[in-house]
């Protein structure tokens, strides 16, 4: 009896020794996962040259001193008034920009067709006195600093205006409405600004530009429509005007893997 289960127990051990190794092999085999491809992101670049359009509001504020009638002068200069001038304007743009990290600078010119009208009645001649400006130009430096494709910046350099000045008869007098006298300039000076861009397509942009103009003071010689010198006024004037922006830029964004 002893031997019989002894060589029970024998064939035990021995069937477990062959149903381990047959267990292990039977196993699933690990599943093999592709590593996935490495991140691509776009990175916006304002570098090159670039063309647009703009439109928008501006004001003009305008002050004139009497400083001869005719030509005798008037000593000290007499006080003429105030007025606004406000209206629409629009015209376009072209320059070059380059960047660096994000640091973006650039240079550009831009034209611009503009309707500022206002008056006031003279403190001085009691006359109806209206300006006008039709057009400016600004050759401007820029300096600005990109997040990616929004790009914040400020500009300055110098601005000519086309200006227009008219007297009239004011009314309540006979002959209201005649014109007495105007003065045309063309006038130089200095301008700063700040904007906001969005580049919303590799190669398009749209924004929001302020920018401010200071004529200073400068003295204007009005003639009668017979030719005739009808006085001079030291005009002062400064300008103030929002703009949308809409630009399109030779190049596009660079494509960085990481």
Known sequence: MKKLFAVA????????????????????ARPYTKA????????????????????????????????AVGVVP?????????????????????????????WVFGVEGQGNWADFTGSNIGLFTGADNRSRI????????????????????VKGGAA??????????????????????????????GTVGAGIEFGFASNWSVGFEYDHIFLGHHDAVFTTPAAGVFGTARI?????????????RWGGPVVAKY
């Open 36 to 67: 996935p491809p490495p991140m691509v992101a776009t990175i916006y670049d304002w570098s090159g040259f670039y063309i647009g359009v703009n439109g928008g509001y501006g004001s003009s504020h305008t002050c004139a001193d009497v400083v």
């Open 74 to 102: 008037v000593v000290p200069a007499a006080a003429e008034g105030c007025h606004n001038a406000t209206g629409g304007t629009a015209g376009g743009q072209i320059g070059y920009r380059w960047q660096s990290a994000n």
């Open 160 to 189: 000519v205006v086309g200006d227009r000045f008219d007297t009239y008869i004011p009314p309540g007098f006979i002959g209201a409405g005649t014109l007495l006298a105007s003065a045309r300039d063309t006038r130089w000076g």
């Open 236 to 248: 002062g004037q400064d300008v103030d005007m929002g703009l949308v922006r809409v630009n399109y």
């Open 134 to 153: 039709d057009s400016f130009g600004l050759i401007t430096g820029q300096v600005g600093y990109a997040w990616n494709n929004v790009l914040l910046y």
């Open 9 to 28: 127990a024998g064939a035990g051990a021995l069937a477990l020794g062959l149903a381990a190794p047959a267990s292990a092999a039977d196993l699933a």
